[in-house]
T-cell receptor, first 115, second 115 residues
Framework: AQKVTQAQTEISVVEKEDVTLDCVYE???????LFWYKQPPSGELVFLIRRNSFDEQNEISGRYSWNFQKSTSSFNFTITASQVVDSAVYFCALSETTNAGKSTFGDGTTLTVKP | DVKVTQSSRYLVKRTGEKVFLECVQDMDHENMFWYRQDPGLGLRLIYF???????EKGDIPEGYSVSREKKERFSLILESASTNQTSMYLC??????????????FGNGTRLTVT
């Protein structure tokens, strides 16, 4: 069975601080995909990044960066110089490559960025 | 942009009623999913479909059924609504084909209250 753990339920930071959201996963599959989604207060989940199990390159996109480490089964997400608009619930998800790529989600981390 | 539309934003139903939640996507996606979101429990998969008339159980299918008569439409049915089905229901779709797993595109959600 697949499992995704986001140990941080809630994080609160002050604007311009850096913040890292942790994600640890469990799977027996050798091929899989990892995702991060953002759910702002308006409610609609939005895709942020996808990574497959063969690609351990870290990625940076503006103020966002992702650190994928197979050795520790982790896919952590860092926001640099956080802004109030980053306040949201962030979900990490693990997808199979069969079964329509169905995803298992973590419980989510609620990030609050205070001005 | 992909658009996933859920027919109702808010619904209030009585215990024992039959409830239909409708979802339509406009990007010809093969895969469609129904999740429910509850505080502290993340997103849990109810049912998914990878083709017309095909359906597969997710992690929590009990008390639910689905219908996919057309590619763009995926309906979730609560045969006899109960109070423990009060939740936010999220529909999602993704492109199918090959081993490259596409991200999920979500609707705005339907908040169902069963009294």
């Amino acid at each position: 069975a697949q499992k995704v753990t986001q140990a941080q339920t809630e994080i609160s930071v002050v604007e311009k601080e850096d913040v890292t959201l942790d994600c640890v996963y469990e799977t027996r599959d050798t091929t899989y995909y990892l995702f991060w989604y953002k759910q702002p207060p308006s409610g609609e989940l939005v895709f942020l990044i996808r990574r497959n199990s063969f690609d351990e390159q870290n990625e940076i996109s503006g103020r966002y960066s992702w650190n994928f480490q197979k050795s520790t089964s982790s896919f952590n997400f860092t926001i640099t110089a956080s802004q109030v608009v980053d306040s949201a619930v962030y979900f990490c998800a693990l997808s199979e490559t069969t079964n329509a790529g169905k995803s298992t989600f973590g419980d989510g981390t609620t990030l609050t960025v205070k001005p | 942009d992909v658009k996933v539309t859920q027919s109702s934003r808010y619904l209030v139903k009585r215990t024992g009623e039959k409830v239909f939640l409708e979802c339509v996507q406009d990007m010809d996606h093969e895969n469609m999913f129904w999740y429910r979101q509850d505080p502290g429990l993340g997103l849990r998969l109810i049912y998914f479909s990878y083709d017309v008339k095909m359906k597969e159980k997710g992690d929590i299918p009990e008390g639910y059924s689905v219908s996919r008569e057309k590619k763009e439409r995926f309906s979730l049915i609560l045969e006899s609504a109960s109070t423990n089905q009060t939740s936010m229901y999220l529909c999602a779709s993704s492109a199918g084909g090959g081993n490259r797993i596409s991200p999920l595109h979500f609707g705005n959600g339907t908040r169902l209250t069963v009294t």
